[in-house]
């Protein structure tokens, strides 16, 4: 099946630095979409980007399918923005479709 | 648009005993996802019925899980009986239709402690 890989697995930032968090996937993938959970557990999806570049306010992301990695950037951290962050790969097989979660960042953003 | 539920946002049992997890997916959308995380480690697909199918079960842990959705509306997924590695997050999701460029909306997960 498809690997997922996420780097960095832990992250700590001072409140208003900037990070880039990677996602490494191992085979051609249908989507990618990254999630955000927060403290309380929720997830958030973020971005739906199986190609190209988003932005939506502080965060961006940029999805490079041809060499199977995508970025996530955070600019300004804040302390809300503290968490988990999960890539997942989209894959589509005889059954239908589901996603296959890297293991995640674990970033922790202090004041 | 209301987006996907789940009920309840947390509960505590004792080994053993039987919990019953609730999604209600967002109105129209025919597929439905179940997703766990189990304390430490990724997120892993449980499930995934079309309707009121189950398309794909293969990441149900056991026999000690049983997901069904009944005239394709809303999901349950009950534990029964519990064990103390079932703790975790459990995560339903929804999408419009399979097969094709979309989204997979997430409801907010039900966090389940097994003592």
């Known amino acids: 099946g498809i690997q997922v890989e996420q780097s960095p697995p832990d992250l700590i930032l001072q409140e208003g630095a900037n990070s880039t968090l990677r996602c490494n996937f191992s085979?051609?993938?249908?989507?990618l979409q990254w999630f955000h959970q927060n403290p309380w557990g929720q997830l958030i999806n973020l971005f739906y980007?199986?190609?190209g570049t988003k932005q939506n306010g502080r965060l961006s992301a940029t999805t490079v399918a041809t060499e199977r990695y995508s970025l996530l950037y955070i600019s300004s951290s804040q302390t809300t923005d503290s968490g988990v962050y999960f890539c997942?790969?989209?894959?589509?097989?005889?059954?239908?479709?589901?996603?296959?979660f890297g293991p995640g960042t674990r970033l922790s953003v202090l004041p | 648009e209301a987006g996907v539920t789940q009920f309840p946002s947390h509960s505590v049992i004792e080994k053993g005993q039987t919990v019953t997890l609730r999604c209600d997916p967002i109105?129209?959308?025919?597929?439905l996802y179940w997703y766990r995380r189990v304390m430490g480690k990724e997120i892993k697909f449980l499930l995934h019925?079309?309707?009121?199918?189950?398309?794909?079960e293969s990441g149900m842990p056991n026999n000690r899980f049983l997901a069904e959705r009944t005239g394709g509306t809303y999901s349950t997924l009950k534990v029964q009986p519990a064990e103390l590695e079932d703790s975790g997050v459990y995560f339903c999701?929804?999408?419009?239709?399979?097969?094709?460029?979309?989204?997979?909306?997430f409801g907010p997960g039900t966090r389940l402690t097994v003592l």
């Open positions: 999701a929804s999408s419009q239709v399979a097969g094709g460029p979309l989204t997979q909306y």
């Open positions: 085979d051609s993938v249908n989507n």
């Open positions: 980007i199986p190609s």
């Open positions: 997942a790969v989209e894959r589509w097989d005889n059954y239908g479709q589901n996603f296959v």
């Open positions: 109105s129209g959308h025919d597929n």
């Open positions: 019925f079309v309707k009121e199918s189950k398309q794909d």
